[in-house]
């Protein structure tokens, strides 16, 4: 955020010392020809009656375009860059020259050590990740865009997802087998057709995992169809993972094929409990969860931990009501050391708020205080809050949901998108909870009053929220949602206010030019009022040789 200037008492003397001799210097200049400075005033108001009200209306009428002109220009700036172009150009070459603290200098070097920590620190929290909890392109996203015309995925999104498959399913060594040669040119492919096409070239050569895959994500329909490919896609796949496991340690190529063929295996076993999880096989779908966790502790590929599988499982924990595992699992991934999600903060929030929200009532609090169990909830929504301050809008059902994007931006809209999509239903099931965050959730501000410079528990809010959300979220049907709001800057207020006085006066002096002509004599007359006054006084105070002396300067 710019900071504005600071100013201290010696500038303010030195500033209005500077006013003033420049205003002395003036008033000789203007008054060097003559002693009596009333024949300047009687010219000036000679000038002034013979001016026509029409001068009036062109003066106003372009102020007024001048300052409304100024007016959309801030406007669009503020809108585009978040900041006021004034301020912006004001802060930056304007503070140096009005006594503003030299960032260079050796006393601040600490404060840039820790305002550079606390950027590089934004930049980290605005990576982007893959929504653990993402839906089917064909047999969701797609059926979406068949019944309401509306896209419900950015390109920017689309993209992310094929750099990630380029990611998951290819290597080095794919042009040893011809099926996953054409797969890799098929996951570069933009059109949904020829990748589809793509992959039934690949399979009418060789049972191909990520061929199976591919059809299982775009070309079915049901979540019935693609579990059925994503279980030949399983058969395919461990062939495939127990081939190279055996040549893993004959070289690096063998090494990244088996490495490759891990990814694709634990895809496809992930997908499959997501399929059973949403076929109501919910006890079988935290089976496969369960192993695919063990799977992912036993092996060391860092691509495994991007799945975040353990949020699927507390989603289907949560599912079956099994609140003790879903401790134990919040046991093992909230943790000082591990990356936190809107999942871990606001699940291990539900948990101690199912303790005391039957029974809370904001009336019986206020009387007697918050009991030891109910200030652990409290906190913990608090904790959640500063976390994602987007979530309990859609929780409460105070903001519309969407369909969550393929991507998601932690502490962001799209990530408070994906966590209410699915786990809106199991606040509703636990009674009280919404009522409980409903009272409490917005006392979190209180404690954090500047988000973008300091938190409480987490890191400053990032500012690169919006601008990430904007480009994962279609805008074009869904309002982003921004923390904190943004007020108008101060110039955008000033400039609209001085639009419309201006466009006020002209309008004012074409309707009524004698009544306006009036006016504005009476106002420029008490306008130089203080001026006349003043004059008189300092004539009569000095001497008249010295007077004399100084206009002739």
């Known amino acids: 955020m710019l900071e504005q200037p600071k100013f201290s008492m010696v500038w303010l003397w030195t500033y209005f010392w500077t006013i003033w001799y420049f205003v002395m210097l003036f008033m000789i200049y203007v008054y060097r020809f ?21 001068f009036y209306v062109a003066l106003t009428g372009t102020s007024s375009l001048i300052s409304g002109l100024i007016l959309i220009f801030e406007w669009w700036y503020f809108r585009k860059y978040g900041t006021s172009f004034i301020e ?4 930056s070459h304007l503070r140096p020259l009005l006594g503003g603290v030299d960032t260079s200098s050796p006393n601040n070097s600490n404060t ?23 839906l089917f392109r064909g047999a969701e996203y797609n059926r979406y865009t068949w019944v309401t015309g509306r896209e419900p995925l950015t390109y920017y999104d689309m993209n992310l997802s094929a750099q990630d498959h380029q990611t998951f399913f290819t290597c080095d060594s794919d042009h040893l087998r011809p099926a996953d040669a054409i797969m890799q040119k098929a996951w570069r492919e933009r059109n949904p057709q020829a990748r589809i096409s793509a992959a039934h070239e690949a399979l009418e050569l060789e049972d191909c995992a990520t061929a199976y895959i591919l ?3 775009e070309e079915a329909t049901t979540i019935v169809d693609a579990e059925k490919l994503f279980k030949q896609a399983l058969k395919a796949g461990e062939g495939c993972y127990r081939r190279s496991q055996q040549l893993q340690h004959h070289g690096s190529q063998y090494e990244a094929q088996h490495r490759r063929d891990t990814n694709v295996l634990v895809y496809i076993k992930r997908r499959l409990s997501m399929c059973s999880r949403k076929l109501g096989r919910t006890r079988e779908a935290v089976k496969m969860m369960r192993d695919l966790c063990v799977f992912q502790l036993m092996k060391e590929f860092p691509l495994l931990s991007m799945f975040n599988i353990h949020e699927n499982l507390l989603e289907s924990l949560l599912e079956l009501q099994n609140y003790a595992d879903v401790q134990a699992v919040l046991a093992k991934y909230d943790d000082i050391s591990l990356p936190k999600s809107a999942t871990i903060c606001y699940t ?43 979530v309990p809008r859609y929780l409460l059902e105070m903001k519309s949901l969407i369909l969550p994007p393929e991507h998601i931006l932690k502490r962001g809209d799209s990530e408070a998108i994906a966590y209410a999509f699915f786990h809106l239903q199991h606040w509703k099931r636990v009674e009280g909870a919404l009522n409980l965050l409903h009272c409490t959730w917005e006392g979190t501000f209180r404690m954090i009053p500047y988000p973008l410079e300091k938190g409480h528990l987490f890191y400053p809010y990032p500012i690169c929220t919006e601008t990430a959300d904007r480009e994962l979220l279609p805008t074009v049907f869904h ?3 921004v923390y904190p709001k943004k007020e108008l800057p101060f110039f955008i207020l000033f400039t609209a206010g001085l639009c419309s006085f201006t466009a006020m006066l002209a309008l004012l002096t074409h309707q009524f030019p004698e009544l306006m002509g009036v006016f504005a004599k009476a106002f420029l007359s008490t306008l130089f009022a203080p001026l006349n006054f003043i004059m008189e006084k300092v004539e009569s105070i000095l001497p008249s040789s010295l007077w004399h002396q100084l206009t002739r300067i």
């Not at 009687?42 to 009200?53: A, D, Q, R």
């Not at 912006?88 to 802060?91: E, G, L, P, R, W």
């Not at 930049?123 to 929504?131: H, P, T």
């Open 479 to 481: 309002e982003v949602s």
């Open 112 to 134: 840039s050590n820790g305002d550079a920590d606390s950027n590089r620190q934004s930049v980290s929290e605005c990576k982007v990740w893959r929504n653990p909890l993402n």
């Open 88 to 91: 912006q150009v004001s802060v």
């Open 215 to 217: 059809l299982a994500e």
């Open 348 to 390: 291990a929030a539900l948990l101690k708020a199912r303790a005391v929200s039957d029974k809370f009532s904001p009336e019986a609090a206020s009387r007697r205080g918050l009991s030891t169990a109910e200030m652990n909830a409290v906190e913990a929504i608090h904790r959640a809050v500063e976390f994602n301050p987007h």
């Open 34 to 54: 003559s002693l009596n400075y009333k024949d300047h005033l009687i010219t000036v108001s000679m000038f002034l009656n013979t001016l026509t009200p029409k």
